[in-house]
């Protein structure tokens, strides 16, 4: 009996999940990349802080007054990027301020994000009255400088950092009802949705499980910029006295308290600035990898 031989059948092209398809084209941006990398390093160095950070971010050694980086002791680096005007470890500061400041930016999103979405889901569905009264709050809003608009309101509440938090989620909230009520509109006359209306769906049912879901990729990509952007009004009403009260740490808070001393300490002033620089960058490129990964028209 002569043996037969089989061939193996071929094989299609794989086909891949949601998540892998999404991963192919965020991978490609390499800026998008190193962005994720360097928050994700961020929120474990926030959540690590009492371990990674070391030493107390209140605690001052009188002993220590503005001591230059890499400060030699003892045959040791006491202190690795230096002391501030009353002897408070730099690095210690920066590490518990990461904490203070990723918990901020997710306060805020996370409240101006959901009041945005159901004021634009709102005003996208039902129209006529409503949507104008609600476009036109936006519209003054959206008119005053948002920074302007945050100080006012903190000056009004009062300073501390939970005001300031407030403060800035109400001045972010504007875009995401724009975004909301644009996406919403786009998908109210589509066919899905109209299945879903004749079908004898509710208007609750409608907004928030059969048009929010398809509105999603902008508001994450806006989500993701407006956390940069809460970081960096943050950093100025700290700055400005408004956010953060001595002795916590926040980046802003660090950057006014040093001011006097830009000129015979820079290391107070350039750390600070430089890890707000670097964690506004790092948004700013996920954001962009984020947009382009979501986006069909900018696949390739």
Not at 26 to 35: E, I, L, P, R
């Amino acid at each position: 009996m002569t043996e037969q031989t089989t061939t193996p059948a071929t094989t299609g092209p794989q086909v891949q999940t949601p998540l892998q398809e999404f991963w192919g084209y965020f991978s490609q941006n390499t800026g998008a990349v190193v962005g994720l990398v360097f928050i994700a390093t961020m929120i474990v160095v926030a959540l690590l802080a009492s371990v990674v950070a070391p030493h107390s971010p209140i605690e001052q050694y009188r002993d220590a007054l503005l001591l230059p980086p890499f400060w030699v002791e003892g045959g040791t680096t006491t202190h690795l990027l230096g002391t501030d005007d009353v002897g408070r470890d730099i690095l210690s500061r920066l590490i518990h301020g990461a904490q203070l400041s990723l918990f901020i930016g997710c306060l805020v999103v996370t409240l101006s994000l959901g009041i945005g979405v159901i004021l634009g889901l709102v005003a996208g569905f039902f129209r006529g009255y409503v949507e104008t009264i609600i476009m036109r709050a936006v519209d003054i809003m959206l008119a005053m400088p948002s920074l302007l608009l945050a100080i006012a309101i903190v000056a009004i509440l009062g300073p501390s950092i939970f005001n300031a938090a407030m403060a800035i989620a109400i001045v972010s909230m504007p875009h995401y009802v724009r975004l909301t009520r644009a996406s919403t509109i786009a998908e109210l006359n589509k066919d899905y949705v109209i299945s879903s209306r004749v079908a004898g769906a509710g208007s609750l049912r409608l907004m928030f499980i059969t048009i929010l879901p398809n509105c999603t990729a902008p508001l994450i990509v806006q989500a993701t910029l407006g956390f940069s952007n809460a970081i960096l009004d943050m950093a100025a009403l700290g700055f400005l006295g408004l956010g953060a009260q001595p002795p916590t740490p926040e980046w802003g808070s660090m950057l006014a308290d040093a001011l006097q001393f830009v000129q015979r300490a820079w290391w107070v002033v350039t750390f600070p600035g430089l890890v707000i620089l670097l964690t506004v960058l790092a948004f700013n490129l996920m954001g962009d990898g984020l947009r382009d990964a979501l986006d069909p028209k900018l696949k390739q």
